[in-house]
């Protein structure tokens, strides 16, 4: 029974007429369907068009993104800062940087002050009552009241830290056992500016803290006496002057050779840390401290078997030596030797080595003999050069020249003495021995051009050859032998009286020599003078004769102390010293820089108080980390990986895209398939237009350096950017700014003052001519001036407080230092309550005072730039110093291109709207009086390939106008009417089915009456 459920839910299709009606109907239906076929064919395939689209859309966008990267000044800009030695100085980029090399030498940290106090023998240690004044380099005083409730060393101490300002204080044990205890305060603020100052009025029981420097008076003078000479000042060169002698009764078995090597160089008895090694043929071996706190010259000193040294005053070189020998007790079984000769003896040292090696003489000059000649220097009597009394050179050569040179007392080694016939001799210091020699020859005749001689033997004409060193005479048993004694030169020492006066300000302890320059009488001889030194190098003279210096006068020499000498007579090299003391931990120590220094010396000396610094180089901060005496290199450079990365990225977008193009637009003939824009002719001139801005120049820029190109990118034939990666890295690294200039907005002025901003679609580039630019008015600063003060002014409890508004920001409440000032002094205590507010602190507000007036300057410039002053009690408004001055709003700069009013803002100037110069965005940073009539400045301004591929880009995107965006609409439209069409023939044969449906109900409801019908009949007549 067929039974399928029609549209008419009570009607049962094919029972009266046996017939498939549904199928019938759904045949008839399909059949009316193949009309939607082709409708549904074209809409899939604007589908696809639409998707095709929509993804060029994001090729598009990912190309514009790459495209914005190139336009911007930050790809191109960004610069790398390296340090040769980044443990000395930290270099980081800030902006600005311009590349290049730098060199400086860190001299000097920035430190912050340090102080402690005298000790005391616990915290509890009462220390007085009163006022305590703490100041930190120009700041605000800070007092601390010292009561019953903080009398002691720990009050003092928590005191100070509740002031809460740039001084911490602690209290720390030290290992005195007495009084272990110190306060100990600390700046926070680094350099000069943080040094600290205390001035305690503390009265009462106790001892207050005290934080001053003091010193003591100078010792008795030190002259020539005995014998004493002026301590010498070791030189290193030549040999060593200082006379060996060896004492004792040797008491070994065995002979003895003994070798002395000087460890370093110094003066005997004088130089610190002075060392001397000694070692024997059997392997004994020790060292001696001739230093000054462990020698005095002349005295003994033991070394080995009752064998002693005693050294001289004088100089010893480093790894100069001399050597001695001891003979033992020989056996009685020498009968044939008398008791002397069997005795032990000791041989006198040898001269020092390096007077064989490197303290031989020096012969100089032009001889003018026209003979080859041999000369002999002999050497008469022994002991060191300069200093001897008789010690001379005798010369003399075969050809009859004779002479003698003297270089004992008052020769000045390495000074030149003539010998005759244009020859000079010159000795380095050392000693010389009786009958030492040295020759050497001159050759008259040149021996240049003779080939058979070896290179050493040839010389020019005129030349001195085969100068040897001293030759020594002296036998080994004879040693170097001890010279006559010094003449005594008799007692005289200065006896003038001095007396140092004065605060000592300086943060370090130092040593004060003071040594007469020439002998006579305090006050009495003329050009009588003194010169002073520290152990630090510092040096100055002071005149002290009868012509410059009365008697008990002061004299100011250095860090205020001053010097005052009484009646009496002072001698030639005579000399007093004295000694500063400083409660200073560390000193306020400014960082010190040389810039530009070299290996040489030399740079640029830059002082800061902090560590830290921000304008040395542009676009550099330097922090500095240690300080070290070779230079450190800084290097800037252009960001050229990231220059290199932003071209390759944009390469490979743009391919991308290309590659994209292709495969919506091409036809397969294998499959006769066609890709969704395949014939479209819009993608390909989209394509033909991006290509265009690759292939033309950049019109603005010179000829040679106008196109791609010229750095290694071009267009291949199917479109596509090839990038020639070695041509483009050397144009980089060559000069980034060209490279940049060519993707990149970019304006190019004459005048530093005038810098281009940045710019939009809408500003139109320049050409080669430029846009000529002509500033009528700077941009200026709000300021507010004071009445001219006619002399000190007074701040108390009436006037002290009042309000300080800058850019519509007010301050809290000011409240000034009291007392009678002039307006300089206000001025500072005024910066230093600005800079410490919390609503004006950061804003760099400046207070100058000039001609007795005082001036609150904004930090920016423009029409919102202003100042004003308020005090909260109106009454003494006309009295007050600061009040009723005159309050100037600052004004925005001004100026126009071709005649257009530019519009300003600070110190910018925008293009206008609907202008050739619209967005485009100028700094000007000129003052008034750099502006004059006509143009300040030409500029030309270029747009590069990144800036036209964004901006074509932005017009083809641009909704409803631009042709992707028309493209992308139409195609959805035209889809919208597919399935429009499509509803319409769905509702078409919807309608159709029912109707179909319901005319065949109808004929099987009838056929079905007719069957019954017949039925009934055919029983009618059967009854029949």
Known sequence: MAGEITSNPNVITGLASGMDTKGIVEQMIAAERKKIEPVEQRKEAKKLELDAWKQTKVYLDSVKGVADKLSKKTLWEGKIVSSSNPEVVEAIATSGAKPGKHTLVVDKLALNHQIASQGFAAKEDQIGRGEVVITVGDEQTEKIV????????????????????????????????????????????????????????????GEAPTFDPYYLQPGKWKGVVRGEQREPVPTGTGASTAIPELIGDYTGEDPLELTFTAVNTGIIGVSENLRMRWEDNTGRYGYLDLGSFNYTPGEPLEIVDGISLILSEGEIIVNDVFTSRAKNQDSELYWWKSDEERAPKITQPTSWKRQATEGGPIITGQ????????FTLKVVGSGQIGQAEDLKIEYESENGIKGTAFVGKGYEPGTKLSLGKGLELELKPGLLNDGDYATFEYQAESTANYWWLDDEDRHEGGA????????????????????????????????????????????????????????????????LELRWEDDDGNSGTLKVGGDAYQMGTPIEFDSGLSLVLGEGSIFETDSFTFRTFTPVIQPPQDAEIRLGATELGGGLLITNPTNTLEDVIDGV?????????????????????????????????????????????????????????????????????????????????????????????????????????????????????????????HGTSENSGIIYLGSSEKTQISGKDGYDIDITAAATQGSYTTRQAQGPVTIDENNREIYVTVNGRESDKIILETGTMKMEDLAKDLQRKIINDKSLGKMNVVVTSEDGKLTIRSNVTGSKSAVSLRVENVENILNHPLMNGESKIGTDVQGSIKGVAMQGSGQILTGPPDSPFEDLKLYVSLSANQVGPGSEANMVFTKGVGTKVMEYIDK???????????????VEKQLENYNKELKTLEERITSKREKLSAKFAKMEGQLGQLKSEQQYLSGELAKL
Do not use: C
């Open 146 to 205: 010292i009561d019953e409730t903080n009398d002691s060393l720990q009050g003092y101490v928590d005191a100070i830290n509740a002031l809460e300002s740039n001084v911490s204080a602690n209290v720390i044990k030290t290992g005195n056992k007495e009084k272990p205890f110190q306060v100990v305060l600390t700046s926070k603020k680094t350099g000069r500016e943080g040094e600290i100052k205390v001035v305690s009025y503390l009265k009462g029981e």
């Open 367 to 374: 001889f003018d003999g026209t003979e080859d000649d041999v």
């Open 464 to 527: 001195i050859t085969n100068l040897t060193n001293w030759i020594s005479t002296a036998t080994e048993e004879e040693g170097f032998g001890v010279p006559a004694g010094k003449k005594p030169v008799g007692a005289r020492v200065s006896n003038a009286q001095k007396q140092i006066v004065g605060t000592y300000t300086d943060f370090d302890p130092k040593v004060y020599t003071f040594t007469a320059l020439k002998s006579g009488s305090v006050g009495v001889t003329k050009e």
């Open 621 to 745: 901060k330097l922090n500095l980390l240690s300080t070290h005496e070779k230079p450190v290199t800084i290097s800037i450079r252009g960001d050229t990986e990231k220059a290199l990365e932003g071209i390759a990225e944009f390469a490979d977008a743009y391919n991308k895209m290309l590659l994209f193009f292709k495969d919506v637009t091409k036809y397969d003939k294998e499959t006769n398939e066609a890709a969704p824009l395949q014939g479209d002719r819009n993608l390909p001139r989209i394509q033909r237009e991006a290509n265009s801005i690759f292939i033309d120049p950049i019109i603005g820029l010179d000829n040679d350096r106008n196109m791609l190109v010229s750095i290694g990118l071009k267009i291949t034939q199917e479109g596509m950017i090839d990038i020639d990666e070695e041509k483009l890295t050397n144009a980089i690294n060559d000069n980034l700014t060209t490279v940049a200039n060519l993707f990149r907005s």
């Open 956 to 970: 083809v995107m641009e909704n409803n106008k631009g042709a992707l965006d028309i493209y992308t609409k139409n």
